[in-house]
């Protein structure tokens, strides 16, 4: 698997899967996997790393779906352009979450007081 460079710690406390996931997804946005880039099958990528097929599987629909890689069918799986993608969803999501903490009554300290304590939270765990 020349281009993917992925390395699963087994003494990690996150699964399998989202070690692969975190990784893929760090070299997409570096720029290490270039757009366009055709990703390992499945069962290339699970034999290489010694993981079920259905765990790579399941990487490959999550990166797809935070827009990272895009599926071309019987074509492979490719490296999108995910800057873009992840620009646009969270640029969504913190429409979403400005929406609803309106109504919920909170105000803007408050709102980002959430958020702050939510991605301390997230990036604590990274």
């Known amino acids: 698997m020349a281009g993917v460079k992925v390395t ?20 997409a946005r570096s720029g290490r996997l270039p757009v366009g880039y055709r990703l390992p099958t499945v069962r290339g990528l699970a034999d290489e790393l010694g993981l079920a097929a259905n765990t790579v599987a399941k990487t490959y629909r999550a990166l797809e779906a935070d827009g990272v890689v895009e599926t071309r069918g019987r074509n492979g799986t490719f490296v999108a352009a995910a800057r873009d993608a992840a620009a646009r969803e969270a640029a969504a999501a913190a429409q979403a979450y400005a929406e609803r903490v309106r109504r919920l009554g909170l105000d803007r300290a408050a709102a980002l007081a959430a958020v702050q304590d939510a991605i301390r939270a997230a990036y604590a765990t990274a």
């Open 8 to 27: 699963i710690d087994p003494l990690s406390p996150a699964a399998p899967y989202e070690q692969l996931r975190a990784q893929i997804a760090a070299q």
